[in-house]
Nanobody
Framework: VQLQASGGGSVQTGGSLTLSCVCH????????MDWYRQIPGKQRELVAS??????????TYGDSVKGRFTISRDNRSKTVSLQMNSLRPEDTGVYYC????????WGQGTQVIVSS
């Protein structure tokens, strides 16, 4: 499984960014897809998760991003997106898309910088 993320950048507090991740896998629609982030000095944390057809339930979010971030997927284009609104300086970090299929599969990471 290959994952290719894009869409990071620099914004001011309160701004918005959309991250995208293309998954090069025929079984994409079946996979649960996640966005993680690595904030300097902290462990990598799960930001949002959206199930595929092998999973059940609704998308889930980390407490710190609930109500501000929205994860979505387009199975036709094999893309998972993360719409990030009302960004804060503490959202600054490297964001990774991830899926677990046989192994942990990670995208290359995309940098998000939120300035005050």
């Amino acid at each position: 499984v290959q994952l290719q993320a894009s869409g990071g950048g620099s914004v001011q507090t309160g701004g918005s960014l959309t991250l995208s991740c293309v998954c090069h896998a025929a079984i994409f629609s079946r996979l649960t897809m996640d966005w993680y982030r690595q904030i300097p000095g902290k462990q990598r944390e799960l930001v949002a998760s959206i199930p595929g057809t092998w999973g059940t339930g609704d998308p889930t979010y980390g407490d710190s991003v609930k109500g501000r971030f929205t994860i979505s997927r387009d199975n036709r284009s094999k893309t998972v997106s993360l719409q990030m609104n009302s960004l804060r300086p503490e959202d600054t970090g490297v964001y990774y898309c991830h899926t677990k299929y046989r192994n942990d599969n990670w995208g290359q990471g995309t940098q998000v910088i939120v300035s005050s």
